[in-house]
């Protein structure tokens, strides 16, 4: 299944990834591996952001 999600473009099949490795195909369906996760954790404090 040809993954629309960014310009990659990649064929997914059944159980695969794609280049990212952040979405497979379950169920005909493209689906993202890791729902709930970020990227990047960035902390900072209120005090720290310019005015």
Do not use: H, W
Request: net charge negative; proline share 8%.
């Amino acid at each position: 299944m040809k993954c629309g999600i960014c310009e990659q473009g990649c064929n997914i099949l059944e159980g695969g990834t794609g280049l990212c490795r952040m979405y497979t195909q379950t169920g005909g369906q493209i689906v993202e591996r890791l729902p709930d996760s970020y990227l990047a954790v960035l902390p900072f404090s209120i005090t720290s952001a310019p005015p």
